[in-house]
C-alpha cells in the first residue's frame, strides 16, 4: 500500500537523487523492473549496468539518469529513507503506484502528485484510506487543512 | 531590475532557447525534461565558461544554486547578488522560507526556481510556470531542441454556460464590479487568493466560475485545478486574467500613449524591486493614472464610473468569448 504523508509529519531523504549516485548498485539496474523505468520515463535503454542509452545525451551512466527514475529506483530498493515524492513527475505515477503493490512504500509529498483510476492510499496525516482521484485530492486537502490549524 | 532576458544554452547534443520575463519564473513537469540538465550546464559555463565545452549566451547576469556548499550558507551566496536571473534547483528547502520570501520581495532579482511544490510565500503569475518541451520540429539529428512551454496556457477554461454562482478573489472594487456583472447570479467573494480553495468547497450546490488574479495566483493553480476535476458533480470554471486592473487599463477607457506602450511590453516598466508582482504594479498604475480625473479608481471602492453601461461594455469587451456568450444570453433572458 501507498503511504503519504503530505507536507508534515516525517523527517524525509532531502536530495535523493545525490543520494543515488553514492549508493545504487549494478544489479539495481540489471533489474527488468528497473530497465521497464528507465525505458518508460526516461526514454532510454539499459544496455549495462554502466552504460544507459539516452536518445538525448547519448551513452550516460546511471548518475545521468533523471531525478524521478532515481528516486523511483530507491523507492523500489532501499528502504532506508522516506523519499520525497516531490522529485517525481506525473509521468512516474503508474510505477509509484506499481512499487506501491508490491510493498508497503511510505512517501512524503509536498504538492498534489497527479494521480488517476483506482488505488488504495492511506494519507497517514489523518489516516484516512483513499480509493479514487476524488477521495486522494480531497484526502490531502483535509491534510493541508489539519496542518494549517495546527 | 526589469525587462526581459534571452538564454540560448548549448552543448554538442542539446539547444535550449528560452526568456525569463518576470521577477519569479518557476519550472516543473514530468520527470526526464531536462531541468536538471540545463541548471548543471548553467552552472558549469558560470564555473568555467567556455572550458566547460558549453556556450551560454544571454543578455543578462546569471547565478546557479545547486545545492548548500560547507560553511557557506544560501545566504552568504545569494545576499550579494543585484541585477541577476538567479536559478536555484530542486531539493533547496530553504526556497519555502518566509525569509526566502522577504529576500525575493526585497532583493530585486529574477528567480528560476525549479519545483514541483507550489511557493505559497511568492506571488507568481500563472503565466510563468513553464515545463520544458522538446521541439521536435527544430531538432536535428545531432542536436535536440528545448524551450519553455506555459503549463497553464491552455486558460481561461470557460466551458460552463450556467455559472450560478461566481467566486471572485477580490473582495473591494473587483467584486463589485463583477457583482454588478452578474447580477443573476450569486456573486461570493473569497477575500484574498488564499482563500479561494477553501472557499469553493464550502459551496457545495450549483455550478461555479472562479475569477482571480492570475498574476499572483501562481501557487494556488495546481490545487485548484486538482480539485475542480475531482469535483465531478459541479461545474467549476475559472478565469484567470491578470487581474480586475488590467481588465479595466486594457478596455481603452483612459486613452494614453504611453499606457498603451506598458501593456505592449510590461517587463519593461515594471522594476522587480518595487513590485512583487504584476497586479501590484497595474493596481497602482490606474490609481495614479486616473488621480484628478471624473472616473477616479480606488481600489476600496468602486467609483460608479465603472459600471455605467458603456464602460461596463469596453471592459468585457476584451472577456473570453464564452463568457461574453453567457451575459449576452443573460441579459436577453
Known amino acids: 500500500m501507498l503511504k503519504i504523508w503530505y507536507y508534515s509529519g516525517t523527517e524525509y531523504m532531502n536530495d535523493a537523487p545525490s543520494y543515488f549516485d553514492n549508493v545504487y548498485e549494478d544489479e539495481w539496474i540489471e533489474d527488468e523492473l528497473v530497465k521497464e523505468m528507465i525505458r518508460d520515463v526516461d526514454h532510454s535503454v539499459v544496455v549495462s549496468a554502466h552504460i544507459i542509452e539516452s536518445p538525448v545525451l547519448g551513452a550516460i551512466t546511471p548518475k545521468e539518469l533523471s531525478g524521478g527514475v532515481k528516486v523511483l529506483i530507491l523507492m523500489l530498493k532501499d528502504d532506508s529513507f522516506i523519499y520525497n515524492l516531490s522529485n517525481c513527475g506525473n509521468n512516474c505515477a503508474k510505477w509509484v503506484l506499481k512499487i506501491a503493490g508490491m510493498k508497503d512504500l511510505t512517501v512524503y509529498l509536498h504538492h498534489i502528485f497527479h494521480l488517476e483510476g483506482q488505488f488504495e492510499i492511506k494519507i497517514m496525516n489523518t489516516g484516512k484510506i483513499v480509493h479514487n482521484q476524488a477521495e486522494y485530492v480531497n484526502g490531502l486537502l483535509e491534510a493541508e487543512a489539519l496542518q494549517d490549524e495546527g | ?333
Open chain 2, 1 to 333: 531590475m526589469k525587462g526581459r532576458y534571452y538564454f540560448r544554452v548549448k552543448s554538442k547534443r542539446l539547444l535550449f532557447e528560452f526568456t525569463i520575463r518576470r521577477n519569479i519564473t518557476v519550472i516543473k513537469g514530468d520527470s526526464a525534461t531536462g531541468k536538471t540538465t540545463l541548471l548543471h550546464m548553467l552552472y558549469e559555463y558560470l564555473r568555467v565558461g567556455r572550458e566547460s565545452g558549453y556556450s551560454v549566451a544571454t543578455d543578462s547576469n546569471y547565478y546557479v544554486y545547486l545545492r548548500h556548499e560547507v560553511g557557506r550558507t544560501w545566504q552568504d551566496m545569494l545576499y550579494p547578488l543585484e541585477n541577476t536571473v538567479i536559478f536555484i534547483e530542486e531539493n533547496n528547502n530553504f526556497v519555502f522560507s518566509e525569509e526566502f520570501a522577504r529576500f525575493v520581495r526585497s532583493s530585486g532579482n529574477y528567480f528560476v526556481l525549479v519545483n514541483r511544490a507550489p511557493f505559497n510565500m511568492l506571488p507568481y503569475s500563472i503565466h510563468e510556470i513553464y515545463e520544458i518541451i522538446t521541439d521536435g520540429k527544430h531538432t536535428n539529428v545531432k542536436e535536440s531542441y528545448h524551450q519553455f512551454k506555459e503549463l497553464y496556457s491552455n486558460y481561461p477554461v470557460i466551458g460552463n454556460n450556467r455559472m450560478d454562482v461566481v467566486v471572485t478573489e477580490d473582495s473591494n472594487s473587483g467584486y463589485q464590479f463583477f457583482a454588478h456583472l452578474f447580477d443573476q447570479s450569486k456573486v461570493i467573494s473569497a477575500g484574498g487568493n488564499s482563500n479561494v480553495l477553501c472557499v469553493i468547497q464550502g459551496i457545495q450546490k450549483g455550478d461555479m466560475l472562479i475569477i482571480v488574479d492570475g498574476a499572483a495566483f501562481g501557487a494556488m493553480i495546481e490545487n485548484c485545478l486538482e480539485y475542480f476535476a475531482a469535483r465531478l458533480e459541479q461545474r467549476i470554471s475559472i478565469w484567470m486574467p491578470e487581474s480586475f486592473e488590467y481588465l479595466v487599463l486594457r478596455s481603452g477607457l483612459i486613452w494614453s500613449k504611453e499606457l498603451f506602450e506598458i501593456l505592449e511590453s510590461p517587463s519593461d516598466y515594471i522594476e522587480a524591486k518595487e513590485h512583487e508582482s504584476w497586479e501590484r504594479y497595474y493596481t497602482q498604475l490606474l490609481v495614479s493614472m486616473t488621480n484628478d480625473k471624473i472616473y477616479k479608481y480606488s481600489k476600496k471602492v468602486l467609483n460608479e464610473y465603472y459600471i455605467q453601461d458603456k464602460s461596463v461594455e469596453k471592459i468585457t469587451a476584451s472577456f473570453p468569448e464564452t463568457l461574453k456568450v453567457h451575459l449576452r444570453n443573460r441579459k436577453e433572458e
